[in-house]
């Protein structure tokens, strides 16, 4: 399994993180664009880069280039892939949960 990136560890990330679960009132903001509640309670919820991190450094701290996402949503987004059995195919692991 690949390393956490250091960004994901630090003190300003783990603050930020919660900033956008705050605004986004902890749901997932694809899940409610297409007309579905998932929250903190029904899902791991995780911080998305709009713009991804590798490729767009600069918006890296940018409240609009980031977003709530359920697990489920963001694998989709990275074409990362979930199995029946819970086991999971990751093509990185770059952030870790932290509620």
Not at 21 to 31: G, K, T, V
Request: glycine share 2%; with cysteine; hydrophobic share 30%.
């Amino acid at each position: 399994m690949k390393k956490a990136n250091p960004f994901y560890l630090t003190t300003e990330w783990r603050q930020k993180r919660i900033e956008i679960l705050e605004r986004d009132h902890y749901e997932c903001q694809e899940c409610r664009r297409n007309g579905k509640l998932t929250t903190a309670y029904d899902a791991i919820l995780e911080i998305d880069h709009i713009k991804e991190l590798d490729k767009y450094p600069e918006l890296a701290w940018d409240n609009d280039n980031l977003q709530t996402l359920c697990r489920s949503c963001h694998n989709k987004k990275h074409k990362r892939f979930e199995f029946k059995d819970s086991v999971r195919k990751r093509k990185w692991d770059d952030e870790f949960d932290i509620l």
